[in-house]
């Protein structure tokens, strides 16, 4: 089978730590070029992370006739700006989450992109591992009975101030970064869309990024989403979906390790179980669904209009710790 020549954009800390490993196992994917504002920089970055091709502009890697599709690792305020160059060079995109800096911009995307026959993809690797694949069937089972509270919490420490994280003019906090996967994990136990979100907020004194925050999803009917996160505590990952007839939670839910099984534990009347998954890297099978949907032909694996979901939520609890008081949930309309 042909394998798809893959362009990235920005030499990230993320594709090297997280993806070019496992994409080297692809029989998909042939990572082909690096692209970075700093030719130098790209270089160095394709000789340790064996890409053919070094560019020294983002303009050059979308030149490139070799180039089959690109992943973008920009930071957050670009990604809106890259899609569309992308989407004008007839490039189809895997672009880290989350696809803007809020819902409008990851309608414009997707509207500019479908407009221009471009499939485009947020880059939400947790849905693709087995342990989550399991906690779905698990959920749709209905041997939880109905899902009434989905409850949550990831954390870690950053208190570098050159990280892009950091920079509240580059989209950074802790929403954005890892509350986007609490909204996603509770949209999809839910299998439903939450109708307003309340959230209290603390930003940093120094950075300016939202760096602790408390929020609730109310998907109505009595069902909430209840999490925390946080950039400034103890490294920390859990979702518990809470079911009139049991409870799920999974163990490790996001940040995975990609050498041991997953688990999900799973209690009702008749008692307890761990439900072990297999070994796999949860980067390695997303990239692998897109690239196999490029080649067929197919749909994306998750729809671009999720990631306008999600960042609808994300949007009313960035509200909500402005006003101090529930807000609505609204989805934006795209743009072409």
Not at 35 to 51: I, L, T
Not at 127 to 139: D, L, M, Y
Not at 210 to 227: E, K, M, N, Y
Request: proline share 6%; net charge negative.
């Amino acid at each position: 089978m042909k394998k798809l020549r893959l362009g990235v954009l920005g030499a990230s800390r993320h594709y090297g730590l997280r993806v070019a490993t496992p994409l080297r196992d692809s029989l998909l994917i042939e990572p082909y070029g690096i692209a970075s504002r700093n030719s130098e920089k790209a270089r160095d970055y394709a000789e340790k992370w064996d890409f053919p091709v070094s560019y020294g502009s983002y303009e050059a890697l979308f030149g490139d006739p070799d180039i089959d599709f690109v992943f973008i690792t920009l930071p957050n305020h670009l990604h809106l700006e890259y899609i569309k160059k992308a989407a004008d060079a007839g490039k189809p995109v895997i672009c880290e989450k989350p696809l803007g800096l809020n819902a409008a911009e990851a309608a414009e995307a997707a509207a500019y992109c479908e407009k221009r026959a471009v499939p485009l993809m947020e880059a939400f690797m947790y849905p693709f591992h087995p342990q989550w694949r399991r906690a779905f069937e698990i959920v749709k089972s209905g041997e939880l009975g109905r899902v009434m509270t989905v409850s949550g919490t990831y954390s870690y420490t950053n208190k570098d101030p050159g990280n892009i994280r950091n920079v509240a003019a580059f989209g950074g906090g802790g929403m954005l970064d890892i509350g986007c996967y609490l909204v996603s994990a509770s949209r999809r136990l839910m299998e439903a869309e939450p109708l307003r979100s309340c959230c209290s907020m603390v930003r940093d004194a120094e950075f300016g990024v939202d760096s602790h925050a408390s929020a609730i999803l109310d998907f109505g009917g009595g069902r909430t989403a209840v999490f925390s996160v946080s950039t400034q505590l103890f490294p920390r990952q859990e979702v518990t979906a809470h079911g009139t007839a049991g409870v799920l939670s999974v163990e490790l839910p996001f940040n995975m390790y990609a050498d041991a099984p997953g688990r999900v534990h799973v209690r009702t009347n008749i008692g307890g179980r761990c439900v072990e998954t297999e070994i796999a890297d949860q980067y390695l099978l997303e990239f692998d669904a897109f690239a196999e949907a490029l080649l067929e032909g197919a749909p994306v694996p998750i729809p671009v209009s999720d990631a306008v979901d999600n960042l609808a939520a994300i949007d009313a609890l960035f509200r909500s710790a402005e006003s101090g008081g529930w807000e609505p949930v609204a989805r934006p309309r795209g743009q072409a």
